[in-house]
């Protein structure tokens, strides 16, 4: 069907569809594809227009199918892995396979089968080159609450999404005046198709759908700035893509456009939140580590200063004058950091040494501290809230006087820094309210 229309250059950046589940729906036409075939002459048919898409998607693209199982005579029928196998022949490259929980089903079920509330979702690429945006799809909404004590543990740009999509289909009248047409078609919700394009398109890309129905897959690549072309058998769905479908999408599009701006903001938040733990969970681990291998040593603060980037960091160790020597100290937590868990952390960490004596305005100007800056003092290994704040100034002379703190022979040192991080992480959904922004 593909050669009637097309030409045979590489055009296609991104397929996205649903054909007819073999037998399954009388889509009244005696071109469909599906109804009143028999299985192997169905799926020769799914093969000759995948086969025509891959000739025609550039080597970067994609394509996703979705489809599901059913009960035939009793028996089920594994149409998603049947498909599957056919795009293999054909040389599609099998990425993924999504489960779509649909969340509202049809209530019956069969003997031998639960009731059915997930569809698979499969991608394939052409070339192992795919176009494939990850960052755009994170998402920090269902981090779990660790992520305040165990910042190393969590991605500044949020969770990947797992294998398992939850989007409920689109309920009748849940788009207002497009009610008529959710009610004859079923249209794949477009928060699924936003995600897939999201995943492997980019504005002005070519989206395609060869069983378009309804066109919910054309409309989503619409109102996200794609272009699209698409084919069905049945003419009344191209009116009602014109009229119903295209206004209602991008209305919609719109609606989840205002969240997702909301929750972008959310996500820098968590970004910049994770980097700012992990800069001053860093010497804690730090010296915990250290101690662990050698016994005995003194360190009366550290300071974590953040260098030009966010993920880079410069530790100053401020040893007592009788401990280990400044060398020593370097040369050993150098080694400490160059191995995980340290090393896990994704920082770029410069690590120096002086000794109590050295601590001056001067030695600090170095680091860009300058003596009326103010530094956030950490207590006990609490790196996730400040308890003090003291200037560089009141500090170097506490410090020549021999005071504000002699540090500890157990437990942690003060960790001092320009940082000024506040989370109480029994309530770390504070730290997102506009008002607590710090650090
Ligand atoms: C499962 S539905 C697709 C629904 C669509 N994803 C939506 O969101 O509305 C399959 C569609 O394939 C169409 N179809 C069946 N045989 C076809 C053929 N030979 N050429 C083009 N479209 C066909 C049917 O009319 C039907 O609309």
Redesign the pocket.
């Known amino acids: ?1 593909l050669d009637d229309v097309f030409p045979r250059t590489e055009f296609i950046d991104v397929t996205i ?5 073999w037998n399954l ?1 009388n ?1 009244g ?1 005696r ?4 109804f009143g075939q028999t299985y192997s002459n169905y799926l020769e ?1 799914i093969q000759t227009v995948f086969a025509g898409v891959h000739a025609r998607t550039k080597s970067t693209g994609s394509l996703w199918i ?1 489809s599901d199982t059913f009960k035939q005579n009793g028996e089920l029928i594994l149409l998603p892995f049947d498909i599957s196998e056919r795009m293999r022949q054909i040389g599609w490259v099998l990425q993924d396979v999504i489960i779509w929980q649909k969340d509202k089903a049809l209530p019956w079920s069969h003997q031998g089968k639960l009731r059915n509330i997930f569809e698979y979702v499969a991608l394939y690429s052409k070339s192992r080159k795919f176009k494939y945006h990850l960052a755009g799809v994170r998402d920090v909404s269902d981090v779990k609450d660790y992520w305040v004590r165990y910042p190393e543990r969590y991605s500044p740009e949020g969770k990947t999404p797992s294998r398992n999509w939850t989007f409920p289909i689109p309920r009748q009248g849940a788009w207002g005046k497009a009610r008529n047409y959710v009610k004859h ?4 919700p477009p928060a699924l198709v936003e995600r897939m394009l999201r995943l492997t398109s980019d504005r002005g890309d070519i989206v395609f ?9 054309l409309a989503s690549a619409h109102a996200m700035g794609r272009r699209y072309v698409g ?4 003419r009344k ?1 191209k009116s009602m893509f014109r009229s119903k479908v295209l206004p209602a999408v991008a209305q919609d599009y719109e609606r989840r456009t205002a969240q997702t701006n909301g929750q972008e903001r959310v996500r820098q938040r968590f970004g910049a939140l994770i980097l700012s733990l992990r800069t001053l969970k860093y010497p804690k681990e730090l010296v915990r580590l250290y101690r662990q291998s050698w016994r005995g040593f003194q360190c009366d603060l550290v300071l974590a200063i953040r260098g030009r980037s966010h993920d880079s960091l410069h530790l100053v160790f401020v040893c007592p004058r009788n401990g280990t020597s400044p060398q020593t100290v370097i040369k050993r937590a150098t080694r400490i950091s160059a191995k995980a868990p340290l090393s896990k952390f994704g920082l770029e960490v410069e690590i120096d040494a002086i000794t109590r004596h050295d601590f001056s305005e001067d030695s600090l100007a170095v680091f860009g501290l300058r003596p009326r800056s103010s530094l956030k003092v950490y207590r006990d290994g609490r790196f996730y809230a400040w308890n003090d704040r003291v200037t560089v100034q009141t500090l170097c002379e506490a410090m020549k006087n021999g005071g504000f703190t002699k540090g500890p022979s157990e437990g942690y040192p003060p960790i001092l820094s320009t940082l000024a991080i506040s989370i109480d992480p029994k309530r770390p959904e504070k730290a997102f309210e506009d008002n607590n922004a710090e650090g």
């Open positions: 069907m569809t649903s054909p007819p589940y729906k889509y036409s071109q469909q594809i599906g048919d979705i078609a079923c249209p794949l759908d060869p069983f378009a129905g309804s066109g919910s897959v084919f069905d058998l049945s769905y």
